[in-house]
């Protein structure tokens, strides 16, 4: 049962106001060459980026563009979003499903890859398209339950006691209606054997505002231990809002923690990886995966080698501490968790 939320819900000043996130997610450049456009890069980048858009369309929030430079088409920030041509180029091992997802969903919207955890499809839609991510090909509109289908879906974590975590992932969960994963997480809390809800998302980075009353509302709520991962590939990424946001999540009693994709011409030096460490800790968040590339058609200029990924977490081990420095890891289908490199 979803209890009364512990969280005081009255607004403060610097709380976002009702809705705010919506409108700001209706607002998103969808059109590759407004975004260049507004970013003032030349227009020899816009052919690629609508060739790129042609493939997986693009969308960026202001929230999130107020923290790129204009004019460089070398920021981290932009080469995450910013569709260019070689998206269309072929490389060999770069497929659509590289974690072969599609073999383990048993019920709609669920993925049950690992002992003990499942994870549901809350929602298709995310706040930003990153042009890295390995779900860019992933099939939604199959796995879109209706209310029935979710009770068909929850009936098997009620079935099997072993499931003891619920992952809302996407997409992004949070791009789903507060009533939604308000109706969701109810259902959730109802189930005995469950213990955890863990969150990823990228939201409260991309649109700070998400984390408003309503969400804390029915995250407050739950007596499921909570864990929010963040992904934040930057420390770019973080500004006063996201900062802000990660507070009013601490709050409420969230976990916090981060999982990074290490990925070329972003974050592929250690200097840039110490950072987001620190920046990550200013902010409440402890870095845990650093994931490299997951090889999904269309992504393959981001790759950074195996080699160079290790050489940089040598490099960076002797200047965090132990509780800063994510692991690197690889996730391989059919292995039972991920996989350290
Ligand atoms: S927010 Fe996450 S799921 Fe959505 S496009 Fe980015 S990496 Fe993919």
Redesign the pocket.
Known sequence: MITRSPIPLQRRAAEPSPGAWQRQLAAAFRDPRELCRRLELEPRWWPGAETGHALFEVRVPEAYLARIRPGDPQDPLLRQVLPLGEEAEAAPGYVADPLAEADHTPRRGLIHKYAGRVLLIASPA?????R?????HFPYEENAPSRAQWEETLAYLRDDPSIVEAILS???PLAASDRQLAWLVERLDAIPHLKRLRIHT?LPV?IPDRIDDALLAWLGGTRLHKVMVL?VNHANEIDQAVVDACRRLQAAGVTLLNQSVLLRGVNDDADTLAALSERLFEAGVLPYYLHVLDPVAGAAHFAVPDDTARALVAELRPRLPGFLMPTLVREVPGEASKTPL
Do not use: E, I
């Open positions: 995310c706040a930003v398209n990153c890295y991510c390995f779900r860019r996407g997409g992004d990228r991309v992904h």
